[in-house]
């Protein structure tokens, strides 16, 4: 199990070692912080046998389960694993903290920067959470960091609220703006590779069109306003957008198929490994010197679930 270390304002979180085991002995000490789990954690042998259970734990890189520090001190847990409750695919958070450190909102720090490692570090495109109907504490908690209510059922054996984190389009790109020579020239480019990977057309004006894909748009303008005539990619300035492009062989297809909707290949010599042994991508300049790179999933990129 591998978790990087996540650090907060006032916390550090950390992967869990067997040296944690006795304080994790000490946060489960008062019955209530295990009184909505199945297992009695306040009986020390209890939860030793969780903690191991949990330093077992072989899930997805970067997902497993992280001590609380804070000054040092060990006083909660958390983690982020594929849910056994309801599918491998989807992966559920969970927090504990001693209730000597209750209150201060602590928990909520510690649980914000797990889901932020979720949807920056590991692209995660949802986070789940299984409250307990009673559970108030925690009800609010989820609250606080902006989970959907989407249901409830029966859970890790009592009734549950199913709640869900969604990343935000805070601090992602708004949108592109590239100034071309040639709206048509540029549509025809553009246009047809975006489609292909999903984009949808989003606006389109007199001298501009834009498409979109989640929270981002990218925009082709022949600005009344523009200065010159060619975009010169070796000039300060853009050199190249690189969109994710699927698994090898489509961006292999899709490399051949630009040559009919206005790209050329670069670097042709050295396709499809230009940019390093393991790195697999087509890199394309159309009429007017813009340059795209269709980047490959990774194989070694390893996926929950
Ligand atoms: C769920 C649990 C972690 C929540 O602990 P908590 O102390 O309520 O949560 P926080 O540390 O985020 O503190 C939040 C409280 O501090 C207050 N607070 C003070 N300063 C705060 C700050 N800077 N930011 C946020 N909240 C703050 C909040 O108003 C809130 O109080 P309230 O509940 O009266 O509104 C804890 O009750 C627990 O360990 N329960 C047992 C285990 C469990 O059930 N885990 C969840 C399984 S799904």
Redesign the pocket.
């Known amino acids: 199990m591998t978790v990087p270390d996540l650090r907060t304002a006032r916390l550090r979180l950390r992967g869990l070692e067997p040296t944690d085991t006795e304080a994790i002995v000490r946060v489960f000490a008062d019955p209530?912080?295990?009184?909505?789990?199945a297992a009695d954690l306040s009986d020390p042998d209890q939860c030793r046998a969780s903690v191991e259970r949990r330093l077992a734990y072989t899930g997805p890189d970067g997902t497993g389960h992280w001590v609380v520090e804070r000054d040092g001190v060990v006083i909660?847990l958390a983690h982020l694993r594929p849910s056994a409750e309801l599918s491998g695919d989807l992966v559920e958070?969970?927090?504990?903290?001693?209730?000597a450190?209750?209150?201060?909102?602590?928990?909520?720090?510690?649980?914000a920067a797990l889901l932020r490692h979720a949807f920056t570090a590991l692209g995660l495109p949802a986070v789940w959470?299984?409250?307990?109907e009673s559970?108030?504490?925690?009800r609010?908690?989820?609250r606080?960091l902006g989970f959907t209510d989407v249901g409830g059922g029966e859970h890790y054996g009592g009734p549950h609220r199913v709640l869900v984190a969604l990343p935000t389009a805070l601090g992602q790109w708004h949108h592109v703006e590239l100034w071309v020579p040639d709206l048509a020239r540029a549509e025809e480019s553009f246009g047809w590779l975006l489609t292909e990977l999903g984009w949808q057309e989003h606006q389109r004006r007199r001298d501009g069109v834009s498409w979109k894909l989640g929270v981002g748009y990218l925009v082709v303008q022949q600005s009344p306003a523009l200065t010159g005539a060619t975009h010169d990619r070796r000039a300060p300035g853009l050199n190249h957008l690189a969109l994710h492009a699927g698994p090898p062989e489509r961006v292999d297809q899709l490399a051949d198929a630009a040559l009919a909707h206005g790209w050329r290949p670069l670097f042709a010599d050295r396709y499809p490994h230009t940019g390093g042994p393991d790195h697999h991508a087509a890199y394309l300049e159309n009429a007017d010197g813009f340059e795209i790179e269709l980047v490959a999933e990774s194989p070694r990129v390893t996926r929950p679930g």
């Open positions: 209530d912080t295990s009184r909505f789990l909660g958070i969970g927090y504990f903290l001693d209730p450190h209750g209150g201060q909102g602590l928990a909520t720090e510690a649980a959470a299984l409250v307990h559970n108030v504490a925690s609010k908690l989820v606080r």
